[in-house]
């Protein structure tokens, strides 16, 4: 915008938020946070232009009010004192909220979204892979189905080749953040940290750019959901009756029970699902795989088993590069699976992004609005793809100045 431009906006009374430029790929930090759980990502690496450039281009996109929500206190884990209003902050873990933006469910009856969390995890036994992220690959092989695995950057710091893996084998890689902190807790320099390194590392270990991400444990509310969306990743939900409870209940025979019971209870059933699973340790992974062999055993099921972007019909699975293929998602041998894309109805950004009246808070000027028709992986990729340079109230002005 020029200076003429400037004037003419205060003269007139304009209150003008412009749209900073984005950076024209994502970088390398000059350090990597340590690869620890147990604590948040620390100041010093709040600093990186990865993450200072982001969360300027955040602030220029993003309604004040909606980054001014409080923060809520951490305890530990999954538990935090919530203090903002949660109804109207649409804060998940009261009552499952979900905004537009949300994905909760697969669109087509039958469709069944298939989630695991925490990857990857690599647990050897005698040189074998034993209940762990590759075993569970491994048996998603001989089923021929695919999966969406949202992957935590400290794990896969540990872990590069479970990452490597599991995409040899064609599954969907999602950003599950860097040290699985709630992410209501954090603040917004924090929370984008989470996102951007993760992205880093993950780019660094495959080339791809991640769009599609979970919050942990749920923990979102209207903020994050903003920070998140303008940078554009798409968070994928899930509705509490298809939570395996796999990581809450205790890693023994009644917990393996409990877990059984709930998960093979979705066999079959018609209603779309996208469920929550784990394989962060050897008790969630192996329940994991206890389920895709009661699959085998049934002779496959009616439900088509599918990686979230699949069962959207979005081909767009990562910010760098689109994947055509539809991959078989029916276990029945011979198929013989409902028809569960005859009435799917094939997601756009925009449909996923959130509309310009959802309180997500980012400008309307700066939804993402088209589909990348790329089919290849591009190395200089923007993360924050598809978001318009300029901000509406600019357009209006620089209207103003060829009158």
């Not at 209940?249 to 209870?265: F, H, I, K, L, W």
Request: aromatic share 8%.
């Amino acid at each position: 915008m020029s200076s003429i431009s400037t004037v003419l906006a205060i003269v007139l009374g304009l209150q003008v938020r412009l749209s900073i430029a984005q950076p024209p790929a994502i970088t390398m930090p000059a350090a990597w946070p340590p690869a620890d759980e147990t604590v948040m990502i620390a100041d010093q690496y709040l600093q990186d232009p990865l993450v200072t450039n982001a969360l300027a281009y955040v602030q220029s996109v993003v309604d004040p009010s909606i980054l001014g929500i409080l923060p809520s206190t951490y305890n530990n884990l999954a538990n935090v004192t919530y203090h903002a209003d949660a109804t109207e902050t649409c804060y998940w873990p009261r009552g499952g909220c979900t905004r537009a933006s949300d994905i909760e469910y697969c669109p087509s009856n039958y469709q069944w979204g298939l989630t695991y969390d925490d990857a990857p995890s690599i647990n050897l036994v005698n040189g074998t892979n034993y209940n762990d992220t590759i075993a569970l690959v491994n048996l998603l092989g001989e089923l021929d189905i695919k999966a969406t695995f949202f992957v935590v950057g400290t794990q896969a710091w540990y872990f590069p080749t479970g990452v490597q893996a599991i995409l040899n084998e064609d599954h969907h890689l999602a950003s599950h953040t860097w040290s699985h902190h709630p992410m209501t807790s954090l603040t917004n320099g924090q929370a984008i940290a989470e996102l951007m390194y993760t992205q880093a590392l993950l780019y660094n270990t495959t080339g791809l750019l991640m769009r599609y991400w979970r919050a942990p444990y749920g923990d979102i509310d209207d903020r994050i959901r903003a920070i998140a969306s303008a940078l554009g990743f798409v968070h994928v939900a899930w509705n509490a009756t298809f939570d395996s409870f796999d990581s809450d209940v205790a890693a023994n025979a009644a917990g393996y029970t409990t877990v059984m019971s709930r998960v093979t209870s979705w066999l079959n059933q018609r209603a779309p699902l996208i469920s929550l699973q784990h394989t962060l340790n050897q008790f969630e992974s192996g329940t994991s795989a206890s389920v895709l062999r009661q699959i085998q055993n049934e002779g496959g099921i009616q439900n088509s088993i599918m990686t979230i972007p699949q069962c959207l019909g979005d081909q767009m699975w990562y910010k760098n590069k689109n994947i055509t293929k539809i991959f078989n998602s029916c276990t029945i041998p011979g198929g013989g699976c409902p028809d569960t894309f005859a009435n799917t109805k094939t997601i756009t950004n925009s449909t996923i992004a959130s509309n310009t009246s959802s309180p997500t808070g980012v400008a309307p000027g700066n939804i993402i609005s088209t589909t990348s028709t790329s089919s290849t992986t591009t190395s200089d990729a923007s993360p924050w793809n598809g978001f318009s340079l300029v901000s509406i109230p600019t357009i209006l002005i620089l209207s103003i100045l060829n009158l």
